[in-house]
Structures are given as structure tokens and as C-alpha cells.
């Protein structure tokens, strides 16, 4: 759970996107993190390929080369912390218009943007996840929220998103 404290200290730091419009000479130190000896890089080493691992949904569930897919996914996990999927059957008409309109909302006000905002304690919504054993901040602003199973959803998110986000 985040404590009061936690919350109250970050509510007066703006979004990423409102404080690079302001002249910056630093980084504000809420978002300055030292790495620790024993955290992994934030990217692969120099003995791992350095292009962004891809990972095919359809081998992994029709089962062409499964174990070998397996492998990537898991490695891809472990070493990147990300991959790109595809042969998944998303039409790139769907994709293009989910990525227009996530883009449509994170250029609205500020103040629009404010209606979805990440309650304390959850991590649903806009904004920035104050973590209670982590208190520095991640450079980016962030919209999330479950979808599916129906019953996982916030009320108080979806019924507000424009129409044709929703």
C-alpha cells in the first residue's frame, strides 16, 4: 500500500509531458535513479544481440518450432524486458486506430487528462505509479487499465474515455 507521505510528496510534481515544457537545466532528482552493481542494465550487454527481439504468437500456439519460441520469449523477457509480437491477427487497421487514438489522449489538456488519474494505491489510470519500497519516479507518463474480464474494470475509467476509445 503507499502511504500518505509517498502520495503528498509527488502530487505537486507535474507529468513529463507538462515539465519538458518548462526550461529544464536537470533532471529533477525525483526521477534521477543511481544503478546498483547488482541491477541489470537497462539494455542487453554486448554478448546479446542488439536488435529488438520479435516473438511469434503463431508459432507459439500452432505449434511451428513452440519450444524454440519458447526460448526467445523467455530470453526476450529476462534479457529485454520487452519484445515485439507478431502473426497475433490484429488487423493493422485496429492497431492503427488504437494507436491514433492513445496518442489523441495523451495530447489532450492536461486538465482532461487529470480525470483518469491514478488513485493512491492503484496503478489503473494516468499518471505515475508511486511505488511505497521505490520512491523515484519513472520518466514517462502513463495511461493503463484493465479491459478484460469485464469485472476487473474501474468505473470511474471507462465510461469517460471518448466513445471511440472505448
Known amino acids: 500500500m503507499v502511504s ?17 515544457k518548462k526550461p529544464l ?36 500456439i500452432h505449434g511451428e518450432d513452440t ?20 502473426e497475433h491477427g490484429i488487423s493493422p487497421a485496429v492497431l492503427k486506430t488504437l494507436k491514433d487514438e492513445v496518442e489523441g489522449f ?9 480525470k483518469y488519474k491514478i488513485q493512491p494505491g492503484d496503478v489503473e489510470g494516468y499518471g505515475r505509479v508511486i511505488r511505497a519500497d521505490d520512491t523515484k519516479l519513472d520518466w514517462g507518463d ?13 468505473p470511474h475509467l471507462l465510461p469517460q474515455l471518448p466513445s471511440s476509445f472505448r
Open 4 to 20: 500518505s507521505e509517498l502520495v503528498t510528496m509527488f502530487e505537486d510534481v507535474l507529468n513529463v509531458q507538462e515539465l519538458i
Open 25 to 60: 537545466t536537470s533532471v529533477p532528482e525525483c526521477y534521477v535513479r543511481q544503478q546498483c552493481h547488482n541491477e541489470p542494465a537497462l539494455l542487453p550487454d554486448e554478448t546479446s544481440s542488439q536488435e529488438l527481439p520479435i516473438i511469434s504468437l503463431g508459432k507459439l
Open 67 to 86: 519450444e524454440l519460441e519458447l526460448e526467445k520469449l523467455n530470453s526476450a523477457c529476462r534479457d529485454w524486458g520487452f519484445f515485439q509480437l507478431v
Open 106 to 114: 495523451f495530447m489532450l489538456p492536461l486538465e482532461e487528462k487529470m
Open 142 to 154: 502513463r495511461l493503463f487499465f484493465k479491459t478484460n474480464p469485464r469485472s476487473t474494470r474501474k
